[in-house]
């Protein structure tokens, strides 16, 4: 518990402390008047104090007006220590957040849900369970069910202060606001290119056995590209063929780009220490007398 702590430095006609102090370090003699027609009040409360004017001044007795505020009292003859003996109010729980998107959601025995979460924060990856102590709503306020989550939603959550050290970490979410639910499309990259300021994704069917387009969707600037366990990835890993789940809309104008929230690369990613390594062998390659010509950086 933390104290709150007052300190009096004790003076020679300033204290008049019932405190059974010696009167040693008195070097002056007072007299006061006792007003027994005057009382203290503390908080609008009566109190049996009564002061005692010296010189115009009141005085009341420090232990019974410690008592009186709530302190306890420590003299050492030079000083009174002051000890509030009230437990402060306990700290609010700090609650994590995260917002992203759900990549499943899985009934528990006991009614509730848990979520796997790819979003942003501390945890880019995390499992977190909502139940009948979570509050759970959409963006306008309006309840909603834990059933009723699902994969696809966009939310904002509010879990811990306690995760489980698990890898994803794992934690009750305190509070779940659903901002959007987007569509889910989960296929092989069809094609991909650079396009008005982003990337443009096609995926594809098979129609009378031809391989054709049928969604194209277009990353933004607050687009994440990210992996299975919501690490961040480059967009040059995808290329046609690289499996991906692309979460976009809702809207979707037939004719047009549909806008991509979040795409999860599903293939196996390599970590920047591969990367850095492969780039190593790759420059080692390169014939000496090459190295002039070359306008690409080793880093």
């Known amino acids: 518990m933390k104290k709150q702590k007052w300190i009096i430095l004790a003076t020679a006609a300033g204290l008049l402390a019932a405190t059974g102090a010696s009167a040693a370090g008195l070097v002056e003699k007072v007299t006061g008047q006792l007003r027994g027609d005057i009382s203290v009040t503390v908080n609008g409360e009566q109190t049996q104090l009564h002061p005692v004017y010296i010189n115009g001044k009141a005085y009341i007795p420090v232990r019974d007006a410690a008592e009186a505020f709530g302190y306890g009292i420590t003299w050492n003859q030079k000083q009174l220590d002051l000890t509030s003996k009230q437990t402060p109010p306990a700290e609010e729980a700090g609650y994590i957040t995260t917002s992203g998107v759900v990549a499943s959601a899985t009934a528990t025995a006991d009614g509730g849900v848990r979520l796997e979460v790819l979003g942003t924060g501390p945890n880019a990856w995390i499992i977190l369970t909502a139940d009948a102590k979570s509050t759970i709503s959409d963006a306008d306020g309006k309840k909603i069910a834990a059933a009723d989550l699902k994969a696809g939603m966009h939310v904002v959550a509010e879990y811990g202060p306690v995760i489980a050290m698990s890898y994803p970490g794992q ?129």
């Open 171 to 299: 934690s009750h979410a305190a509070s779940v606001t659903v901002t959007a639910e987007r569509l889910v499309k989960e296929s092989a990259v069809y094609s991909i290119e650079k396009a008005d300021g982003g990337w443009k994704i096609r995926f594809s069917e098979l129609k009378n056995g031809v391989d054709t387009p049928v969604l194209t969707l277009q990353s933004g600037k607050e687009t994440r590209l990210v992996d299975k366990e919501g690490r961040p990835a480059d967009w040059t890993q995808l290329k046609p063929g690289t499996p991906v789940r692309a979460y976009y809309g809702p809207t979707v104008t037939e004719g047009q780009a549909a806008p991509i929230d979040t795409v999860v690369v599903l293939e196996a990613q390599p970590t920047a220490e591969q990367i850095a390594a492969y780039r190593e062998i790759a420059w080692k390659l390169v014939p000496a007398e090459q190295m002039p010509h070359l306008l690409t950086k080793k880093e």
